[in-house]
């Protein structure tokens, strides 16, 4: 994926449109992942020669620190927990081995944000939106996602049971994440809401008492209860709303040419039961958790 030579390749694209409208240059499809594995030409899903940042390689980003339990003692590389698990399934369904595949540290905000990007692709919790998908291309999702509230036991947040109880406390998130979006779109709060650059912020805040209770995903709100702040609890979670629920998905360059062979490897992960095992391995079951509504 050599970026830096967008505009020679669309002007190709422009002079081969000339010549005959059936070769490159094809309309990019609608799907919910994003852009065909063509994009703005024709693009092979070869095993282990896909048009990357670096030749031969495969570079994946995420955010440092890297969070259990999607990552395993903040190592990304290490194969262990439930992302880094899935990234290396993803590489070598594009026959990348786990020593072609390299790791690069990219902020959670940076990775949907407009502009070129220096990875294949990222993994690091993103919900694929309308809105983030105008800036980056996505793979279709690889983790079907709900949203929870974390709060110290015996507190007043503990004690909530319906969205309305959450309306009248400090509540916090992580800035840019969809965590915060639940608050101010289905809580709504009477006051607004903390907001933290990351979630390790938020999970002093709440211990410091600057917040009442804070969302995350629910994944993450049983590791924060279990391993991080143990006088925390999981009070519930939220329903799916909308028409899809809400899913985790890759993040590549808007202009990515192997868009679409990363998502035919999600999709194949998804359909032959690997997503669903490694969900099984690293994540937490979540039917005990009362639904807020």
């Known amino acids: 994926m050599r970026l830096a030579n967008r505009p020679l ?47 031969g390689k495969l570079t994946v980003g995420t955010d440092k620190p890297a969070y259990a339990p999607w990552f395993h003692d903040d190592a990304p590389a290490s194969g262990k927990g439930f992302e880094s698990a899935v990234a290396y399934a993803v590489a070598r369904r594009l026959g990348y081995e786990k020593d072609a595949v390299r790791w690069q540290t990219v902020p959670f905000n940076n990775a949907f944000a407009p502009g070129e990007k220096k990875f294949d692709f990222d993994i690091n919790q993103i919900s694929i939106s309308p809105e983030r998908k105008r800036a980056v291309a996505f793979s279709s999702g690889y983790y079907d996602v709900r949203q929870a509230v974390v709060a110290l036991k015996g507190s007043k947040a503990a004690r909530a049971r319906s969205i309305a109880d959450l309306r009248h406390i400090k509540l916090g998130a992580q800035v840019g994440s969809t965590s915060l979006d639940v608050v101010n779109d289905t809580v709504r709060p009477s006051q607004p809401p903390a907001v933290f650059q990351k979630n390790d912020l938020a999970k002093s805040a709440l211990k410091n008492g600057q917040v009442d209770a804070i969302l995350t995903d629910l994944p993450t709100a049983f590791y924060i209860t279990s391993a991080e702040v143990k006088d925390a609890e999981v009070v519930g979670q939220f329903a799916a709303t909308g028409p899809a629920e809400e899913q985790f998905g890759l993040v590549l360059d808007k202009e990515s040419r192997i868009t679409g062979c990363v998502t035919a490897a999600v999709d194949a992960l998804r359909k032959n039961g690997t997503l669903a095992a490694l969900e099984k391995k690293w994540l937490t079951d979540a039917v005990s958790v009362p639904v807020l509504k």
């Open 9 to 55: 390749r669309l002007a190709a694209c422009a002079t081969v449109a000339l010549l005959t409208a059936a070769v490159g240059c094809a309309p990019q499809d609608e799907s919910p992942g994003g852009p065909r594995a063509a994009g703005g030409g024709q693009q092979s899903c070869d095993r282990g020669k896909l048009a990357t940042v670096a030749d």
